[in-house]
């Protein structure tokens, strides 16, 4: 299971003590600016993949300023995502294959 949230700007600097949550913290994050993925988005992208209980324990203590993406805004940020991280691995591969 995974979750695609947006940090506003502002809000951007919360990120390390909120994903310094006991439970949120063992679960697979990654953080990446939206724009460098081809997103119109202005912020921090998170994505967190992980068991429902701990995405529901992010989604509590986020508090304002952090949006959870649906739809296919979601799986258009997490496909690309993805994406960038399979390159990155075949560009490793190919390196020292």
Do not use: C, H, W
Not at 86 to 93: H, R, S
């Amino acid at each position: 299971m995974y979750a695609v949230f947006l940090f506003e700007a502002e809000s951007a600097a919360r990120a390390p003590e909120l994903l310094g949550d006991d439970l949120v913290s063992r679960q697979s994050i990654t953080l990446r600016d939206p724009e460098t993925l081809g997103l119109d988005l202005k912020g921090l992208l998170l994505v967190i993949e992980g068991n429902e209980v701990a995405i529901k324990r992010f989604e509590e203590i986020s508090g304002e300023g952090v949006t959870k993406l649906a739809g296919k805004d979601a799986e258009r940020a997490y496909g690309l995502l993805k994406e960038e991280e399979e390159d990155a691995a075949e560009g490793v591969g190919l390196l020292f294959g």
